[in-house]
């Protein structure tokens, strides 16, 4: 990196910001600016995109992993952009470029890969076009904000032979050593899966405060409606903020049922496959929300109960945190590539040999559809019947409506055909 590159300040910052178990993938020669693939003796050159809790949080994860060389940084927010730039242990001791809009990244013929941790109303937006652009992605969980966006983002890192995972690290590395027990057939056939989640989504209301200088306070509100800005309506913190008003995510449900509902689709084997019926709790005889598969076997949003994740089956009950279970045969469960013992170094092999992460993107999107599913149920409060095959409720257009969401212009998100 050369001396231009270091000592960001305010003026730097506004002149980029103004101009500025793996299935193997099938991909032309040509596809990533370094003939192709990013050799395994290389490091694959990153850039962070949305530098908030989570972002800060997994940029030393990235910055510090021997399979990358993260060269900057992206955020709407300037104060925030330099802060995160000047921690020059994640970028070789120097300072990290700055970016005040992340297509300025995509433009780059130097960045092999971006990493997404802006809040959930942007991910699909920037994920499927650094796949259109030729990067390979890590967005950060709740994959998606809608079912349709579900669906778009697939087909995207699809078309485009992207590498693209997913952000729960806890799937594998909290709930993991569940799922060769589960599907061993320890506690003999699952029936019900409870997982103990927070609250959906809500529409919060804040009085008008002034935008901060150096903040894009329409840009961060992208594909949202507007609102006046506030500070707690775009705070990252992991008590609200964001993460509960549901003009930018889906509630805890949805913050946490990326790790929980992703670590039991896992641990079933089912995390390529949908609901067909979706149930509300009546304070009578449905205790809780109940997403039930095609098989029979019924997840719950455990209000109550003291639930992390509890698998029941017809032998028996499995909770999260009982390690003396054993598998009573060897079964072949998806695990990370490489000997990976890390949701990072997964993506970086993944990224070298061309392979789908643990976490692909059809994982994300799947267990953010459940998530989906179950705030659209609470919100249209009776039992809905759900058609994957053609993304739609049956005979319920109400509920309809909600698989997509309006989106304010420019910020739209690019279709793909």
Excluded at 20 to 31: D, H, N, R
Excluded at 160 to 178: A, K, L
Excluded at 260 to 289: C, H
Excluded at 323 to 337: E, M, N
Aim: glycine letters at 12%; hydrophobic letters at 35%; aromatic letters at 10%.
């Amino acid at each position: 990196m050369t001396k231009q590159h270091m000592g960001m300040n305010r003026r730097r910052f506004l002149g980029i910001a103004a101009t500025a178990c793996a299935t193997p993938l099938i991909l032309k020669t040509g596809v990533l600016g370094r003939e192709g693939f990013v050799p395994p003796s290389e490091k694959i050159v990153g850039v962070h995109i949305g530098m908030g809790n989570r972002g800060n949080e997994i940029l030393g994860g990235f910055g510090h992993n021997p399979n990358f060389r993260i060269i900057g940084v992206c955020d709407c927010y300037q104060a925030k952009a330099i802060s995160a730039a000047n921690r020059k242990d994640c970028f070789g001791n120097e300072t990290g470029l700055i970016f005040g809009k992340y297509e300025d990244v995509l433009e780059r013929k130097d960045v092999d890969a971006v990493i997404v941790s802006t809040p959930d109303h942007w991910h699909t937006k920037i994920s499927v076009e650094a796949c259109m652009a030729g990067k390979d992605v890590f967005c950060e969980k709740p994959l998606t904000l809608t079912i349709a966006e579900s669906r778009l983002i697939v087909k995207a890192a699809r078309k485009y032979n992207r590498v693209c995972s997913s952000g729960s690290q806890r799937v594998m590395e909290d709930y993991g050593y569940m799922a060769p027990v589960i599907q061993s057939g320890a506690i003999g056939e699952v029936k019900e899966v409870y997982c103990g989640l927070g609250a959906t989504g809500k529409t919060c209301y804040y009085p008008e405060q002034p935008v901060p200088e150096g903040f894009d306070w329409d840009r961060w509100l992208g594909q949202a409606k507007y609102s006046p800005y506030h500070e707690e309506r775009c705070s990252g913190s992991y008590g609200g903020g964001w993460r509960h008003d549901e003009d930018y995510g889906n509630g805890f449900l949805a913050d946490w049922g990326a790790h929980k509902f992703g670590g039991s689709l896992y641990a079933l084997g089912l995390d390529t496959t949908e609901p067909v019926e979706i149930i509300p709790p009546d304070g009578k005889d449905v205790q809780f929300l109940t997403l039930i598969f095609a098989n029979g076997v019924k997840f719950y949003h455990a209000t109550s109960g003291g639930h992390d994740i509890t698998i029941v089956g017809t032998q028996g009950e499995y909770r999260h945190g009982n390690r003396d279970l054993k598998p009573i045969k060897t079964v072949d469960v998806r695990r990370y590539s490489g000997g990976a013992s890390n949701i990072n170094d997964d993506f970086g092999y993944c990224v070298k040999h061309r392979l789908r992460p643990f976490q692909d993107f059809e994982y994300g999107a799947n267990t953010a559809l459940l998530c989906q599913l179950a705030n659209i149920c609470y919100k249209v409060n009776r039992p809905l019947k759900w058609d994957a095959a053609k993304t739609q409720f049956i005979g319920d257009e109400q509920a309809n409506r909600l698989v997509s969401r309006a989106q304010r212009s420019p910020y739209t998100i690019p279709d793909i055909d």
